[in-house]
């Protein structure tokens, strides 16, 4: 009856929509934005629903369309990007806007009101965060009463906002074990959700090497076929290398390549004995232990092998940055490594890369554009301050990923205590042991592989300590709040379930969960 009364009716004429009440400020935002103001209204997404964006070469088409698909896996709906039709009553507007691009790269306003949602984006990169912030807001689940075809209103009002620090990394260690690029796209595409704009691989270790390097072909012959345990290992081809990286781009985030020395370099020294410089035979290592390998840091032939390596790597990846590991090398003499450490930063260099080390590269002479990874000694991360040295905060006690969370935990170490989702979340890292504001580009939160060798088994540690350290490093700190946080994570669940996410259940948080096992 109603179908045929609304075919009658002349094409232009407004639906009559009977929208619900809304409260953006409650909304379940992760992390949460600098300034929200609601109107209690509602955008109706529906059949009607088109987006426009600005039609460039910028990159705007592409977050459009991004949106479209995610809207789709919800929704069923397909929603037209840039494209002309009649029907269209409520419209997604993605514009770039000058005077945002001069407050920072990721500033974005998203103005939702009752017939266009208007989002405002200083480019494409923060568009795409404005974009997640958006899929945020929409419902899981269709409005069934507002008309006779579903609809999922999104909660109407303004909003402002822009991140806090300009890095917000998580490290994954696919050299323990290997992971998979299908495993590593699901992880880009849950850090993305939350703003996450790096990936740091940790590609290379005692126990395996996982980048296939055209000119040292063993590398992988032999250093891929091995990880932690009796698992068979794994290594990227530079392509799949190639689709990590272009996928990761999608997702406006880099990626940071690391290959860990003069320390942790066991495998490679297997597949080319002439780099060892323990005095011992190398043999292959499948267990846990660290600090017992080191390359000859005095031979000019492991320098070329350096250069080789770097220069591959660096070839497909468009990032600025080159992670050169440096941590533990306990058998390397302290003079060794030093002169050691700033020859590679000059190859690294030499390849147009800026170079991240782990803290104990501080130690070196090292250049004012490298960059110290704070993880374990205050005393060399006050040291790279000194240096003048911009410092990534990932201190094992806060920030490491694969800590356990608790007593009960399936996974993970506890060499630098347990740390449950509260431990994780409330600290400060723009004043953390000294550390100034001006020095830190972000938080990095690193996971180790030791323990872990599956998706699900990442997702346990990842999930959701990585949801806490998004909102330490995108939320102002004034707006950061352990109660009103465990709200939002808690409301998390339906999400990550839906994304078939195996997440910590933790007892610290009331999880808004589908999941009958977790609500017993
Ligand atoms: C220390 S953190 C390491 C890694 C281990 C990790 C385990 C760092 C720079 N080195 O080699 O995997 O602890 O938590």
């Not at 002349?10 to 929200?36: G, H, Y």
């Not at 397909?78 to 494209?83: A, E, L, R």
């Not at 050169?324 to 700033?342: A, C, L, M, P, R």
Request: overall charge negative; glycine content about 4%; aromatic content about 12%.
């Amino acid at each position: 009856m109603l179908v045929l009364l609304f075919s009658c009716k002349p094409e232009k004429e407004p639906r009559v929509l009977n929208l619900p009440k809304t409260d953006l400020s409650t909304a379940d935002l992760i992390p949460k934005p600098v300034s929200l103001k609601a109107t209690y209204s509602a955008f109706p997404l529906d059949q009607f629903t088109a987006i426009r964006t600005t039609p460039d070469s910028l990159g705007f088409p592409e977050v459009g369309k991004f949106l479209a698909e995610k809207i789709k896996q919800i929704t069923q709906l397909q929603v037209p990007v840039n494209t002309e039709f009649p029907e269209q009553e409520s419209v997604v507007y993605i514009k770039q806007s000058d005077s945002l691009s001069k407050l920072n790269k990721e500033s974005y306003g998203l103005r939702i009101n009752k017939d266009s949602i208007i989002l405002n984006a200083a480019s494409a990169e923060a568009a795409f965060r404005g974009v997640q912030t958006l899929r945020q807001l929409l419902p899981l689940k269709a409005n069934d009463s507002i008309i006779d075809y579903p609809v999922w209103p999104i909660a109407s009002g303004a909003l402002n906002d822009t991140p806090f620090f300009e890095y917000r990394g998580a490290m994954l260690d696919v050299a323990r074990h290997f992971f998979t690029v299908e495993d590593v796209k699901k992880y880009i595409d849950l850090l993305a959700y939350y703003k996450y704009n790096v990936l740091h691989l940790h590609l290379t270790d005692d126990q395996g090497w996982r980048i296939e390097i055209k000119s040292w072909p063993k590398l992988t012959e032999i250093g891929g076929e091995t990880e932690v345990g009796n698992e068979p290992g794994g290594f990227y081809t530079q392509e799949d290398y190639k689709a990590i990286v272009a996928y990761a781009a999608q997702h406006h985030m880099t990626i940071v390549p690391e290959v860990d020395m003069p320390g942790h370099t066991n495998a490679a020294s297997v597949a080319y004995p002439f780099l060892n410089g323990n005095g011992k035979t190398p043999k292959i290592y499948r267990g846990t232990q660290v600090g017992f390998s080191t390359f000859d840091t005095r031979k000019d032939t492991v320098y070329s092998f350096i250069d080789d390596v770097v220069r591959e790597i660096s070839a497909i990846t468009p990032g600025p940055y080159f992670h050169i590991g440096g941590d533990e090398s306990h058998v390397t003499q302290k003079d060794d490594y030093i002169y050691f450490v700033n020859k590679v930063e000059q190859i690294v260099q030499k390849y147009d890369k800026k170079m991240i080390g782990w803290d104990e590269v501080a130690t070196a002479d090292i250049d004012t554009t490298s960059i110290a990874q704070f993880w374990q000694s205050q005393k060399n991360a006050e040291l790279a301050v000194a240096k003048n040295l911009k410092v990534i905060m990932s201190p094992a006690k806060k920030a490491y990923l694969d800590m356990k969370y608790d007593l009960k935990s399936e996974y993970g170490l506890n060499w630098a205590g347990y740390v449950p989702v509260n431990t994780a979340y409330v600290w400060k890292p723009e004043a953390y042991e000294n550390i100034p504001r001006e020095h830190i580009l972000g938080i990095e939160a690193p996971l180790w592989s030791e323990t872990i060798s599956t998706i699900s088994e990442l997702e346990y540690l990842a999930f959701p300590r990585a949801i806490g350290y998004a909102e330490l490093n995108w939320s102002q700190p004034e707006q950061r709040d352990w109660e009103n946080y465990k709200v939002r994570l808690g409301n998390q669940a339906p999400f990550l379930e839906l994304m078939e996410v195996n997440y910590y259940p933790s007892p610290l948080i009331d999880w808004k969960t589908q999941n009958k096992a977790i609500k017993e």
